[in-house]
C-alpha cells in the first residue's frame, strides 16, 4: 500500500513534468524569451517554497553551522546542472516540438549509468549497453534526418539529457543528508538566477511578453518546479531507485500526449518508431535489472 502511494506520487510528477513541456512550448509561442522564461521559472519555484521552510524552519535547516555551509553548497552545485540543462531544454523547443522534446529530454535515464560510470566511479552492466544501444537506434529515427543531418532543437534537448543526468546523480547524492524542500529551494534559487546571465548577454534586462505568458511562467513555477521537484524527492525516498526511474520516464509519454491534444503536434512514422525504440530501451533498462536482482 505504502509502495502504491508513493508510485502514484511520482506518476503524478510525470504528468505534471510531460504537460510542462506544452507550456514551456505555448510560453515561446506567445513570444516570451528562453533564458528569460526559464529565470522567472526557477524563481517562482524557489519563492513559491520558502513560506513552507518557514514555517518548519526548526527541522529545515541544519542545527549546526558547516551543516548549513554544506546545504548551501549543495544546492548550489545542483542549482548549476538545473540551469545549463534548462536554458539548453528551453531554447531547443524553440526549434522542436514538445512531443520530441520529452523523448528526448528523458534519454538522462540511459544517460545516468555512463556518467555515472565515467565520473561517479559506479559500474555499468551488459544489460545497460544493450538498452543504450536501442535507445541510440530510436535516436537515429527520432532525430536523424535521411540527409543524415541532426537537427539543431534535437541536439540541443541530448545536452540537456546529458547535463540531466548529472543533477540525479547529485540529488542522489546530497538528498539523504538535508531536507527536500530546502534542497529544492537553493537549487532553483541558484538556477534562477544564473539564468539571469545569459538572459543579460543575449536578450537584455528586459522580460517581454512576460503578461501574456504568465499562465505558462506560473505552471512551470508553481508546479512543474516547486511542487513536482519537490514531490520526487520525497517518493524517491521510499521506492526502489529502478522502480521510481521507469515511473518518471513516462513523462516522455505524457509529454508526446499532452503536445497531440494541446498543441495538435503530428509525429511522421520515422519519428514514431523512434520514440518506440526510445520508450522499449527506457522501460528495459530499468525492468530487467530490478527482476534479476530480486
Not at 534562477?192 to 505568458?213: D, K, T
Request: aromatic share 12%; net charge positive; proline share 4%.
Amino acid at each position: 500500500m505504502k509502495q502504491t502511494k508513493y508510485s502514484l506520487i511520482l506518476l503524478g510528477c510525470s504528468v505534471v513534468w510531460g504537460s510542462a513541456f506544452v507550456a514551456q512550448s505555448a510560453a515561446m509561442d506567445l513570444g516570451m524569451l528562453p533564458y528569460a522564461f526559464t529565470a522567472v521559472r526557477m524563481l517562482v519555484g524557489s519563492v513559491c517554497l520558502m513560506p513552507f521552510i518557514y514555517l518548519r524552519r526548526q527541522t529545515a535547516l541544519p542545527a549546526t553551522r558547516a551543516g548549513r555551509k554544506r546545504l548551501v553548497k549543495s544546492g548550489a552545485l545542483i542549482g548549476v546542472t538545473v540551469a545549463v540543462a534548462s536554458c539548453f531544454q528551453q531554447v531547443g523547443l524553440q526549434y522542436t516540438t514538445a512531443g520530441k522534446g520529452a523523448f528526448l529530454t528523458a534519454l538522462y535515464i540511459l544517460l545516468v549509468p555512463i556518467v555515472g560510470a565515467a565520473f561517479f566511479h559506479r559500474k555499468t552492466g551488459l544489460f545497460t549497453w544493450l538498452c543504450l544501444i536501442i535507445g541510440a537506434a530510436g535516436l537515429w529515427f527520432l532525430s536523424i534526418t535521411e540527409s543524415f543531418t541532426l537537427e539543431k532543437g534535437d541536439a540541443l534537448m541530448i545536452l540537456c539529457a546529458l547535463v540531466f543526468s548529472f543533477q540525479i546523480l547529485l540529488v542522489d547524492k546530497f538528498a539523504p543528508d538535508f531536507d527536500p524542500l530546502t534542497l529544492c529551494c537553493l537549487e532553483f534559487l541558484t538556477a534562477g538566477l544564473l539564468s539571469l546571465l545569459p538572459m543579460a548577454v543575449f536578450e537584455g534586462f528586459g522580460f517581454q511578453n512576460i503578461g501574456p505568458a504568465l499562465f505558462c511562467i506560473l505552471y512551470c513555477g508553481i508546479f512543474s518546479c516547486g511542487i513536482a521537484y519537490w514531490l520526487q524527492i520525497v517518493g524517491q525516498r521510499h521506492l526502489p531507485p529502478a522502480l521510481a526511474s521507469l515511473i518518471m520516464s513516462f513523462e516522455s509519454v505524457f509529454g508526446a500526449l499532452f503536445g497531440a491534444l494541446l498543441l495538435h503536434e503530428r509525429m511522421t512514422p520515422r519519428e514514431l518508431l523512434g520514440c518506440g525504440l526510445i520508450f522499449a530501451a527506457l522501460v528495459l533498462s530499468q525492468v530487467i535489472p530490478q527482476q534479476r536482482k530480486e
